[in-house]
């Protein structure tokens, strides 16, 4: 890849001369919907560059109805949004998916030919930052934003590489889209994973040998009913109160948080910054108390600050702190906070609430099995960051000129 390109081998083009507009379903109420032919919604078109072709819903279209069938390589644009920077968002037909058509908050564009602008380069040209600040500028209104089509594409102009260009960076960062996509079909597959291990895990638990238990319908005898439904024989039925403690964490205001430090500061939805100080050392639980990330589980260590947006959560000597961090987690707490303006934690009601606790050496297991798999998504979870920060700053380079791709590709 070179490091730069001469802006004089660009072609600069009015959208409007590249080819024709045309409107989406009209004429339709609500009982037309939900059978009938397939056709894009809005949402499909305003959350990715590309149409996703499962991402489809379906209306009643009858013979007699003069309604404008999508075709591949159609551009897709939105027509208002709540804010000016979303106007306009654009989203390219690139799969054949047969005869289908397009929602009414929505407007199709018709390229004449792909002799200037290849669609599959037109996917991520109309979502790179610099095309997307000048549809924005176009944006009308006030409490919602218009695009006001015939003004946009008389006025706005494209600077295109040649169509071999077009070609090379469309693949690039196509291979990007399919890093990217690898990467969350993992983390999709972990998060599935460990939801049918929290319930094998937390109702059946595991034998002396490492192996979940048979379940109840298949081994009666070794599971005894409670209140809270049938366990195995030798769990327990506890109060949170008789294993923890849950205290507020200490007030700090943000003069005193850096973006570096000795000491992480963990408040009410995980890590704030760092302080010179620090208010606890150990394993700890910490459960946001106030806001939007109410019942929030974070999972802490070492020498910490505890803000007092966080509940600390110290356990008893006989009990797995990554076992009952996954327990709370599981328990969706943010269902116990106390209505208000400022919703906030209802400590002293979750200190009430009865839990299944196993013997030591069984919490260790199933707590160590679950840590292990939240670890494999984090770590997933920061190669999507990466890969996703690579595809912006490709985005930026390659769509902007400053950089092309060279003949070896």
Not at 125 to 138: A, C, P, Q, T, Y
Not at 157 to 170: E, F, R
Not at 304 to 326: C, G, M, P, Y
Request: some cysteine; overall charge neutral.
């Amino acid at each position: 890849m070179s490091s730069s390109i001469n802006l004089s081998d660009q072609l600069t083009v009015r959208l409007g001369d590249l080819g024709y507009t045309y409107p989406g379903l009209s004429g339709k109420s609500k009982d037309d919907f939900g059978f009938g032919k397939p056709y894009i919604p809005y949402m499909n078109i305003f959350s990715n560059c590309k149409i996703k072709k499962g991402f489809l819903e379906f209306v009643d279209i009858k013979p007699t109805d003069r309604q404008n069938k999508v075709q591949t390589g159609d551009l897709f644009f939105t027509t208002s949004s709540e804010t000016v920077e979303e106007v306009g968002m654009t989203s390219v037909l690139l799969d054949d998916i047969g005869e289908a058509y397009l929602n009414s908050f929505c407007f199709g564009f018709r390229l004449y030919n792909f002799d200037i602008l290849l669609p599959e380069f037109a996917a991520y040209l109309f979502r790179g930052d610099e095309l997307r600040k000048k549809i924005s500028l176009f944006g009308q209104g006030s409490t919602r934003y218009n695009l006001p089509k015939t003004q946009m594409f008389q006025k706005l102009y494209l600077n295109l590489p040649d169509k071999v260009q077009q070609q090379k960076i469309a693949h690039i960062l196509t291979t990007c889209d399919t890093v990217i996509e690898q990467t969350q079909s993992a983390i999709a597959k972990y998060k599935a994973i460990k939801q049918g291990l929290l319930h094998d895990l937390f109702t059946r638990g595991l034998d002396a040998n490492g192996h979940l238990r048979p379940s109840y319908p298949d081994a009666p005898e070794l599971y005894k009913e409670t209140e809270l439904g049938m366990i195995p024989k030798d769990w327990k039925m506890q109060r949170l109160v008789e294993i923890a403690t849950m205290k507020s964490g200490d007030g700090i205001t943000s003069a005193f948080i850096a973006d570096t430090g000795d000491f992480p500061v963990y408040g009410g939805n995980g890590l704030r910054g760092y302080t010179t100080a620090f208010t606890h050392e150990g394993d700890y639980v910490l459960i946001g108390r106030q806001g939007a990330l109410c019942g929030n589980i974070t999972r802490v260590s070492n020498k910490f600050f505890a803000s007092e947006h966080a509940v600390v959560v110290t356990v008893n000597k006989d009990i797995d702190v990554d076992w009952l961090s996954q327990k709370l987690d599981a328990m969706n707490l943010n269902q116990y906070s106390e209505a208000s303006a400022q919703p906030g934690l209802a400590v002293a009601k979750i200190l009430r609430l009865f839990i299944t606790k196993p013997q030591h050496n069984e919490q260790k297991e199933i707590g160590k099995r679950l840590l292990s798999l939240d670890n494999k998504m984090h770590a997933e979870e920061i190669l999507l960051q990466k890969y996703q920060s690579i595809k912006r700053g490709l985005m930026g380079d390659l769509l902007g000129g400053r950089k092309t791709v060279d003949n070896g590709g």
